[in-house]
């Protein structure tokens, strides 16, 4: 499916990059969707950021790419690390009601979760160098 409408960033690999992403993605995305689904790509785009600048990015810059197209939003944050991001949780700590322990929620291993809970379809592709992790919003059943 075609792009309606794209906008590709440059992110330095710093903390406070984080935050103006967000900003910086919001502005073109506004209208994009209803606002709900706005608020959840940012906050995905948020833990995938903190992951790359966390554990992959190694002083270097990251590429956020947004686009829609008719039926979807998606955001792409490319790093020069090959390895992904781990999406693991040992069954003995998924507690009785499928809740996760407050431990795990509170400081880190949280990003794919909601990623995962808040995108439609997400995945991790390689790159050369490195790999994008990438999620989308459904916006034409809205």
């Known amino acids: 499916m075609a792009e309606r409408e794209s906008t590709q960033l440059d992110i330095s690999a710093q903390p406070e990059?984080?935050?103006?992403?967000r900003d910086a993605v919001r502005k073109p995305?506004?209208?994009?969707?209803?606002a709900d689904v706005i608020d959840d790509l940012i906050l995905c785009l948020s833990e995938a950021l903190t992951n790359a600048i966390t554990h992959a990015a190694h002083g270097r810059t990251l590429a956020v790419h947004v686009s829609q197209t008719e039926?979807?939003?998606?955001?792409?944050v490319t790093d020069c690390d090959r390895h992904p991001p781990v999406f693991?949780?040992?069954a003995e700590v998924v507690l009785a009601d499928n809740q996760l322990p407050e431990r795990l929620l509170e400081?880190?291993?949280r990003g794919l979760f909601l990623i995962d809970a808040l995108s439609s379809r997400w995945g991790i592709e390689p790159r050369s160098p490195g790999k994008v992790v990438w999620f989308e919003?459904?916006?034409?059943?809205?």
């Not at 995305?29 to 209803?34: C, I, M, Q």
């Not at 919003?137 to 809205?142: H, L």
């Open 71 to 76: 039926t979807f939003i998606r955001i792409e």
């Open 88 to 90: 693991a949780i040992p």
């Open 29 to 34: 995305t506004d209208g994009w969707g209803p």
């Open 107 to 109: 400081e880190h291993g």
């Open 137 to 142: 919003q459904d916006i034409a059943r809205r």
């Open 17 to 21: 990059a984080v935050r103006e992403a």
